[in-house]
Protein backbone atom coordinates (compact mmCIF):
# COMPACT_ATOMS: atom_id res chain seq x y z
CA UNK A 1 0.00 0.00 0.00
CA UNK A 2 1.16 3.37 -0.70
CA UNK A 3 0.12 7.08 -0.60
CA UNK A 4 1.16 9.68 -2.75
CA UNK A 5 0.57 13.52 -1.38
CA UNK A 6 0.38 15.60 -4.22
CA UNK A 7 -0.63 19.70 -4.55
CA UNK A 8 2.25 21.68 -2.33
CA UNK A 9 3.58 24.45 -3.54
CA UNK A 10 4.11 28.25 -3.03
CA UNK A 11 1.30 30.55 -2.41
CA UNK A 12 0.39 34.03 -1.12
CA UNK A 13 -0.95 34.89 2.11
CA UNK A 14 -4.86 34.82 1.51
CA UNK A 15 -4.42 32.25 -1.28
CA UNK A 16 -5.45 28.82 -1.58
CA UNK A 17 -4.31 25.82 -2.17
CA UNK A 18 -5.82 21.70 -2.77
CA UNK A 19 -3.89 18.57 -1.60
CA UNK A 20 -4.57 15.38 -2.91
CA UNK A 21 -3.85 12.22 -1.15
CA UNK A 22 -4.46 9.11 -3.78
CA UNK A 23 -3.85 5.35 -2.17
CA UNK A 24 -2.65 2.34 -4.10
CA UNK A 25 -2.27 -0.96 -3.13
CA UNK A 26 -3.57 -3.91 -1.78
CA UNK A 27 -6.66 -1.97 -0.42
CA UNK A 28 -10.13 -4.11 0.81
CA UNK A 29 -11.34 -0.31 2.64
CA UNK A 30 -9.68 2.89 3.90
CA UNK A 31 -10.94 3.70 7.89
CA UNK A 32 -9.56 6.93 8.86
CA UNK A 33 -7.75 9.41 6.72
CA UNK A 34 -5.86 12.45 8.33
CA UNK A 35 -3.82 14.81 7.80
CA UNK A 36 -0.69 16.13 9.25
CA UNK A 37 1.81 19.20 9.18
CA UNK A 38 5.04 19.58 10.41
CA UNK A 39 6.77 23.31 10.89
CA UNK A 40 10.57 23.65 10.95
CA UNK A 41 11.36 22.95 14.77
CA UNK A 42 8.18 21.99 15.61
CA UNK A 43 6.02 18.51 16.02
CA UNK A 44 3.97 16.99 13.53
CA UNK A 45 0.55 17.86 14.44
CA UNK A 46 -3.17 16.96 13.46
CA UNK A 47 -4.99 19.48 11.35
CA UNK A 48 -7.82 17.43 9.81
CA UNK A 49 -9.33 13.74 9.59
CA UNK A 50 -12.62 12.45 7.65
CA UNK A 51 -13.72 8.69 8.98
CA UNK A 52 -14.98 6.54 6.49
CA UNK A 53 -18.58 7.97 6.98
CA UNK A 54 -17.79 11.48 6.14
CA UNK A 55 -17.11 12.58 9.82
CA UNK A 56 -14.72 15.39 10.07
CA UNK A 57 -12.59 16.87 12.82
CA UNK A 58 -9.94 20.48 12.77
CA UNK A 59 -8.21 22.04 15.51
CA UNK A 60 -9.25 25.58 15.75
CA UNK A 61 -6.11 26.72 14.41
CA UNK A 62 -7.97 25.73 10.96
CA UNK A 63 -11.14 24.84 11.51
CA UNK A 64 -13.12 27.39 9.09
CA UNK A 65 -10.56 27.57 6.74
CA UNK A 66 -9.34 23.86 5.87
CA UNK A 67 -11.80 21.21 4.62
CA UNK A 68 -11.19 17.43 4.34
CA UNK A 69 -12.67 15.05 2.03
CA UNK A 70 -13.03 11.59 0.19
CA UNK A 71 -13.30 10.24 -2.87
CA UNK A 72 -13.95 6.52 -1.57
CA UNK A 73 -14.38 5.21 -5.07
CA UNK A 74 -10.95 6.62 -6.41
CA UNK A 75 -9.35 6.22 -2.86
CA UNK A 76 -8.03 9.30 -2.46
CA UNK A 77 -8.36 11.96 0.39
CA UNK A 78 -8.36 16.09 -0.20
CA UNK A 79 -7.26 18.81 2.04
CA UNK A 80 -8.94 22.19 0.86
CA UNK A 81 -7.02 25.19 2.45
CA UNK A 82 -7.84 28.69 1.88
CA UNK A 83 -7.38 32.30 3.21
CA UNK A 84 -3.60 30.70 3.69
CA UNK A 85 -1.43 31.87 6.43
CA UNK A 86 2.33 32.30 6.77
CA UNK A 87 1.99 30.14 9.66
CA UNK A 88 0.56 27.37 7.56
CA UNK A 89 4.10 26.85 6.30
CA UNK A 90 4.89 22.97 6.87
CA UNK A 91 5.51 20.03 5.11
CA UNK A 92 1.98 18.07 4.92
CA UNK A 93 1.35 14.35 5.26
CA UNK A 94 -1.18 12.27 4.57
CA UNK A 95 -2.47 8.96 7.17
CA UNK A 96 -4.99 6.51 6.70
CA UNK A 97 -5.50 3.54 8.10
CA UNK A 98 -6.17 0.61 5.29
CA UNK A 99 -7.84 -2.94 5.95
CA UNK A 100 -6.06 -4.94 3.34
CA UNK A 101 -7.84 -7.63 1.42
CA UNK A 102 -7.07 -10.57 3.85
CA UNK A 103 -6.20 -9.18 6.32
CA UNK A 104 -8.37 -8.75 10.05
CA UNK A 105 -6.82 -5.20 10.92
CA UNK A 106 -6.00 -2.10 9.57
CA UNK A 107 -2.80 -0.56 9.20
CA UNK A 108 -1.46 3.00 9.23
CA UNK A 109 -0.14 4.39 6.70
CA UNK A 110 1.81 7.34 5.96
CA UNK A 111 2.43 9.76 2.59
CA UNK A 112 5.54 11.22 1.25
CA UNK A 113 4.80 14.76 2.42
CA UNK A 114 4.56 17.81 0.47
CA UNK A 115 5.78 21.44 1.01
CA UNK A 116 3.27 23.91 1.49
CA UNK A 117 4.78 27.75 1.68
CA UNK A 118 3.09 30.80 2.33
CA UNK A 119 4.53 34.01 1.58
CA UNK A 120 3.57 37.35 3.95
Known amino acids: VQLQASGGGLVQAGGSLRLSCAAS????????MGWYRQAPGKQRELIAA???????NYPDSVRGRFTVSRDNAKKTGYLEMNRLKPEDTAVYYC???????????????WGQGTLVTVSS
Open 50 to 56: ITSGGRT
Open 95 to 109: NADVLRYGSLNPVSY
Open 25 to 32: GNIFSINY
